[in-house]
DNA sequence: CTCCAAACCTATAGCTTCTGGAGCATTAGA
DNA sequence: TCTAATGCTCCAGAAGCTATAGGTTTGGAG
């Protein structure tokens, strides 16, 4: 049995987002003790940790109820969880382009030296004029 | 004079969103009509103009604003600008590192094809078990 | 057994950056 | 003059937590 504490340092997530999930159904609420404090056996600890994981991995809350309710069903096929991980993996590789797109313009924008006034600096002028960027965002 | 909706028009930034810039204090209340109606000049469309762009750089509000007092000095050195669009130059290219993570990561998961069941689906295992990863996230 | 600090409880509000709706007033054009 | 489009304020919600206040329980030391 772990107290909420445990489980915290052992999953590393914060105590106040484990009782956070389990209000938003992603973990059931567990046994309490005669204090009514929560008490949780090792099956939580590991749903914890594969929330956790999945959550470092940038998959939304909603993504992750998706995957577990579909690891409650270890008969099906699973090309549902398959479908959840590649389209995720599509967005990354969008939000990588664009970061990139914002990197060559923030180091186009950056070429100044800061050895003159703001009046005919280009980090100003740039964000002011959209007309100089030379991508189309 | 533009109403709002002209405003909105010519930079596309949602009506709520510009009255939300206008209670966070990054732009003025402009003058009324005699119904109370907002009217804008092409002043405040160019620093909206110039909101909009830094938005879409991924510049936070705080930095934002301060870019906006820094463009009310014309006659003072340029090396705060220039110090926040480096400084949001590195996060950036972190973001970036730390998806490329991710990507290698989802890609070795989605490797699977789906032709099988839940029970031995590695998406489902990887996000189960971290020590499976490669990297140290 | 008693005591106390650490850990826990609930409830609520706040963060960031908007977005949307309800219910009513104004404006611009036919 | 009429009416559709647009505008107004106020409030709630979305995501994913985090923090605070004010109180209770637990576990170990003496």
């Known amino acids: 049995m772990y107290s909420i504490g445990d489980l915290s ?5 914060k105590i106040p ?3 956070y999930y389990e209000q938003m159904g992603l973990i059931a609420a567990p046994e309490r003790s005669e204090g009514n404090q929560r008490r ?3 099956r939580e600890l590991e749903r ?3 929330i956790r994981h999945a959550r470092d991995l940038g998959l939304s809350i909603e993504s992750i109820r998706d995957l577990l309710a579909l690891s409650q069903h270890p008969e099906r096929p699973c090309g549902e969880a398959d479908r959840i991980a590649k389209e995720h993996l599509i967005t ?3 939000k990588i382009a664009q970061l ?3 990197e060559r313009e923030l180091e186009r924008i950056v070429a100044c030296n800061g050895d003159h006034t703001i009046g005919d600096c280009y980090v100003i002028r740039a964000l002011a004029d959209h007309s ?3 991508s189309d965002h």
């Open 9 to 13: 340092r052992r999953t590393g997530v």
């Open 48 to 50: 914890l940790a594969f």
């Open 92 to 94: 990354v590789r969008e």
């Open 100 to 102: 990139q797109k914002l």
């Open 17 to 19: 987002t484990i009782r």
């Open 132 to 134: 100089m960027c030379g």
């Open 40 to 42: 949780y056996e090792k």
